[in-house]
């Protein structure tokens, strides 16, 4: 069965801090997908990123940069010189190749961006 | 396009009362599912659908029925709603199983 966990349940950080979000998932397949969401506060989830598992290129878009490593069965988020409009729940999921439209999310991590 | 929608936005129930929670999405993709989310514990999927006509149980389909009549519909049902069930519920969509999902606003129920 697929698992991710976050272990980082709440994080606090002074603007302008770099912050690292961690993931690890378990998974039999071969073949997944992770992904990244935010939940701000004002609730709704925003799409983040998506990885397969063949792409073990890290990405950068801007501030935020992924680290996928499947040799720990990580997929870590990085965010560099947080702001306040970063404070947020991030979520990472996992969607096996195999399982139809079965999203396994994290129980979360709430970033707390301090001015 | 509006995307992914969901009504009411908020609904309180009493125990033992049924209510549909309403999802519809304009962007004629052919996956669908139902999520809720509780207080640290992420988002765990109720049903999913990967097209009209099928649906399929996820994580936590107990006290929960779908159906799939459209490819822009996807109502869940609460059959005799329990305190339990109190929670934040979110409808997505995507064009394929694996790709980005696109989630609706939600909808808080609390049931007393």
């Known amino acids: ?115 | 396009n509006a995307g992914v929608t969901q009504t009411p936005k908020f609904q309180v129930l009493k125990t033992g009362q049924s209510m549909t929670l309403q999802c519809a999405q304009d962007m004629n993709h052919e996956y669908m599912s139902w999520y809720r989310q509780d207080p640290g514990m992420g988002l765990r999927l109720i049903h999913y659908s990967v097209g009209a006509g099928i649906t399929d149980q996820g994580e936590v389909p107990n006290g929960y029925n779908v159906s799939r009549s459209t490819t822009e519909d996807f109502p869940l049902r609460l059959l005799s709603a329990a305190p339990s069930q109190t929670s934040v519920y979110f409808c997505a969509s995507s064009s394929t199983g694996v790709d980005e999902q696109f989630f609706g606003p939600g909808t808080r129920l609390t049931v007393l």
């Not at chain 1, 409009?85 to 439209?101: I, Q």
Request: aromatic share 14%; charged share 20%; with cysteine.
């Open chain 1, 1 to 115: 069965a697929q698992k991710v966990t976050q272990a980082q349940t709440e994080i606090s950080v002074v603007e302008k801090e770099d912050v690292t979000l961690d993931c690890v998932y378990e998974t039999r397949d071969t073949t997944y997908y992770l992904f990244w969401y935010k939940q701000p506060p004002s609730g709704e989830l925003v799409f983040l990123i998506r990885r397969n598992s063949f792409d073990e290129q890290n990405e950068i878009s801007g501030r935020y940069s992924w680290n996928f490593q499947k040799s720990t069965s990580s997929f870590n988020f990085t965010i560099t010189a947080s702001q306040v409009v970063d404070s947020a729940v991030y979520f990472c999921a996992l969607s096996e190749f195999n399982a139809g439209n079965m999203l396994t999310f994290g129980g979360g991590t709430r970033l707390m961006v301090k001015p």
